[in-house]
């Protein structure tokens, strides 16, 4: 049984005006406060998204702006999180055999999960997979009102000023954790997610790693191949002071903090990731990726707890 722990929110929908015939769809729900430059900029963040995944399904998604408490932080999303059983997930997984990596990723699934029976899930990631119709609720993105500094537009040569938060660049971030880039480690949930799967542990490599506070890195082969570490905790010994649900990683998308003046691209581990998870990608090969260099020019953003750099959530 899935058990939905988000409610989403009714609001006015607003869709991209165009996306490709064989693409991700996202249709914004605006529940507060969202102007035309900071909705242009939303869009152009799906429409990046659209040019990475094939999926021909559809998502709405909760958008808007209030005071988030602090300027250290940019951004929050609440994913709508459902509890899968495992036994669906697999031949799902299995189902979506698109790339090479899938395939060694479902040969490397592990045979049992955290708490039994079932996995924790994104609804957007249950969509890709055909366990949920296509236009669900998928959850809500929340930016921070009180940050003056957000620029909605980027130069010429793809910059944003020394003195501003690359605001695009917050918006394809929060739209990664949408998609399934979520770790349940050290939530309480007693429960992987889809990515968790792949989190292995940095002192016992080729063991899954399900705990806070300790170092692991994401791999599809079972532990024997490291890629980037992930970060490992808000609060504890051994806590990097990041969410679980980031990479370490200062240059891929997925990393937990931004610094002022800085935007960064959709990398091949931030593709590789989604791709594994069950989203089929235009380009599932990570060597490939640079082709969509130009394109793909920045991304990030959660939490900020410093002037100069920012947090995600």
């Given amino acids: 049984m899935r058990l939905g722990s988000f409610a989403a929110t009714t609001g006015m929908a607003i869709g991209l005006a165009v996306s490709p015939a064989c693409a991700l769809t996202i249709n914004y729900n605006v529940i507060s406060g969202v102007n035309a430059p900071q909705m242009a900029a939303l869009q152009t963040a799906a429409a990046l998204w659209s040019a990475v995944i094939t999926n021909n399904v559809t998502l709405s998604v909760d958008v808007g702006f209030k005071d988030l408490g602090a300027t250290g932080i940019l951004a929050t999303t609440t994913p709508s999180l459902y509890s899968e059983a495992y036994s669906l997930l697999t031949p799902a997984l299995t189902a979506h055999e698109t790339s090479a990596d899938d395939v060694t990723a479902v040969k490397h699934l592990p045979g ?7 996995v924790a899930a994104t609804a957007a990631n249950l969509v890709a997979l055909g366990l949920l119709p296509t236009g669900s609720a998928a959850g809500e993105m929340d930016f921070n009102s009180e940050v003056t500094n957000f620029q909605y537009t980027r130069a010429a040569d793809g910059s944003v000023s020394s003195s501003s938060y690359d605001f695009l660049g917050v918006a394809v971030h929060e739209l990664g954790h949408i998609l399934g880039f979520q ?79 800085t935007t960064q691209n959709i990398t091949p581990a931030d593709i590789q990731a989604l791709d594994v998870i069950g989203w089929d990608v235009a380009v599932a090969e990570p060597g490939s990726l640079a082709l969509l260099g130009s394109m793909l020019t ?5 939490r900020r707890r410093t002037p100069s750099r920012a947090r995600r959530a």
């Fill in 298 to 302: 920045g991304l990030v953003a959660i």
């Fill in 112 to 118: 049992t999960v955290v708490g039994g029976t079932n």
């Fill in 183 to 261: 770790s349940d480690v050290g939530s309480g949930i007693n429960l992987q997610t889809v990515l968790d799967l792949f989190r292995y542990s940095t002192d016992s490599p080729g063991t899954l790693s399900f705990t806070n506070c300790k170092a692991a890195y994401f791999s599809i082969n079972g532990g024997a191949t490291a890629g980037p570490s992930f970060s490992t905790g808000i609060s504890g010994s051994g806590c990097d002071g990041n969410q679980t649900s980031h990479w370490t990683e200062n240059t891929d998308l997925m990393q937990p903090v931004l610094p002022l003046g």
